[in-house]
């Protein structure tokens, strides 16, 4: 897959909406009494952020990685056209940066590899395994013993989305029916499978609906605040990111 040049119109759209939840999530005054900051209990000052599109034809896909690279593809884009589902999307990506959920995590994933070799001894000692067998029984229960930490964080940064996509001043209610456009491609995994990183997108929706109320209390003040960010194009903004837009 190719990345688009920084004048292509798809990447300077991307990074416009990327740039106003950025900015939602850095200056959290508009959440009141308890900001964003202190909602999930971690600091995320000092992030450098970098925001792309990859020329992926019809795949649709978007992802952040540990290193704050987010990154959405063509075929995202030309399946969620209005920018309030790509906001619903990037919001989400930003939500996992912010949350740190990558080095969580990691963390995570060596404790479970510890866990799972523990299991593996007791279960299936390495004498009576079959070739190959003793790997793949710790995989699947390294993966097992992932799945909960996995679709936490998936939920985690949905809510996280929610609230920027309102803060933002993009309206909230496209949330839940993004995940449920999302669900007709049929990329669910089974419910029973234990490699199933992400939670059924109906599941996503219905509980981002729930905290509807939540975000609908930003929205009025994030669509007022969207116009007053000119600090976006200082210094001070700049000096914590890797791309250059004009916020309107």
């Not at 009576?128 to 992932?146: F, K, Q, Y």
């Not at 803060?167 to 491609?185: F, I, N, S, T, V």
């Not at 905290?211 to 960010?229: P, V």
Request: hydrophobic letters at 40%; one cysteine or more.
């Amino acid at each position: 897959m190719l990345w688009l040049p920084p004048n292509d119109p798809q990447t300077i759209r991307v990074q416009r909406i990327a740039a106003h939840l950025i900015a939602a999530a850095c200056d959290d005054t508009n959440y009141g009494r308890r900001r964003l900051s202190a909602r999930i209990r971690r600091p995320f000052d000092g992030i450098h952020w970098t925001v792309g599109v990859v020329d992926g034809g019809e795949h649709v896909n978007g992802f952040s990685t540990a290193t704050s690279d987010i990154t959405v593809s063509t075929g995202l884009l030309q399946f969620l056209r209005p920018d309030e589902a790509v906001a619903a999307v990037l919001g989400h990506e930003v939500g996992h940066v912010i949350a740190r959920h990558c080095e969580k995590r990691a963390r995570n994933w060596f404790l479970a590899g510890l866990l799972a070799n523990c299991a593996g001894e007791l279960l299936l000692p390495l004498d009576d395994a079959p070739p190959g067998g003793g790997a793949a029984a710790r995989d699947a229960w390294r993966s097992l013993l992932m799945r909960p930490c996995y679709r936490a964080q998936e939920y985690e940064a949905d809510r996280l989305g929610l609230l920027l996509l309102a803060a933002a001043g993009y309206d909230p209610r496209a949330g839940p029916p993004m995940y449920r456009k999302l669900g007709e491609l049929g990329g669910d995994e089974a419910p029973d499978d234990v490699r199933a990183t992400h939670p059924p997108s109906a599941k996503r929706a219905e509980r981002l609906s729930e905290a509807k109320r939540e975000a609908a209390a930003l929205y009025g003040r994030g669509a007022a605040a969207r116009g007053s960010w000119t600090w976006m194009m200082t210094q001070k903004f700049y000096g914590n990111a890797k791309f250059y837009v004009h916020v309107q």
